[in-house]
């Protein structure tokens, strides 16, 4: 079994997996997909890749989320996971496909690592797909500090 991790600035399991359709690595505006990362570091490091657009670290909540190996295809190594236009392209045609609920991507943050791509809207999703909340996380304040002395400089 594969453990996956989830942060989202919500404490209610509905909405931390609940249909968003914005723009992102590995889907275009509009393709819903929900992001989870191999381990809570991972996510924590994912949430700050994005720090420009948030106005505060706190109010997270973890997620667990637990799914068999064997259902779980990865997205091809040939793919550039730079090229956006080409993570995207492969992103929303899987969704389209309902090929898998869960999908296995690099993560662009750490490219040793790994993201998992998860379709809700797959029909086997919540028979393959354990969510688990693990309740708020917190972030060192030494990082809080860090991204508000970034935000503050010219």
Sequence with gaps: MIRSYRLAYTDSLLAAFGPRGARARWNSEG??????????ALAALEILGGWEVYTTLSGYHLYRCTFDEALVPEAPSEIDIFDESRTRAYGDAWVRAQQSAVLK???VVVPESYNYLLNPHHPDFLSQVELTPLGPFVFDKRVERLIQQAKQEP
Excluded at 31 to 40: A, D, F, G, K, Q
Aim: proline letters at 8%.
């Design 105 to 107: 991507v690099r993560s």
């Design 31 to 40: 393709t819903i997909l929900v992001y989870t990362s191999e381990h809570p």
